[in-house]
Nanobody, 123 residues
């Protein structure tokens, strides 16, 4: 069973920073990927970024490029989403998800999901 421990999130002012961490356990090998997704009120869930544990390949959505970064600490089984220069439109519930294999930007390819953590950015 894949399990998640998500941390971080909370309230930040516009221009500020927050860090989200996701510790994943339960995969039998390191050939898995972690994705970060977000869902704002009355909006569809959208991909923010993802990373493949096996080769470190990453993807970030255009809306967050240059502001967010995603990294992997293999020793701690932790993937971190560093969010800088936050904007009010970044306000959403952020979800960590995992899948066997390479990172894919689309939520439908992930079958393991964390509970989500709320990020609120005030103007």
């Amino acid at each position: 069973e894949v399990q998640f421990v998500e941390s971080g999130g909370g309230l930040a002012q516009a221009g500020g920073s927050l860090r989200l961490s996701c510790v994943v356990s339960g995969f039998s090998s390191d050939d898995y990927a972690i994705g970060w997704f977000r869902q704002a009120p009355a909006k569809e869930r959208e991909g923010v970024g993802c990373i493949s544990r096996s080769d470190g390949n990453t993807w970030l959505a255009d809306s967050v490029k240059g502001r967010f970064s995603i990294s992997n600490d293999a020793a701690k089984n932790t993937v971190t989403l560093q969010m800088n220069s936050l904007k009010p439109e970044d306000t959403a519930v952020y979800y960590c998800a995992a899948r066997q294999g390479v990172a894919i930007r689309h939520a439908g390819f992930y079958d393991n999901w964390g509970k989500g953590t709320l990020v609120t950015v005030s103007s």
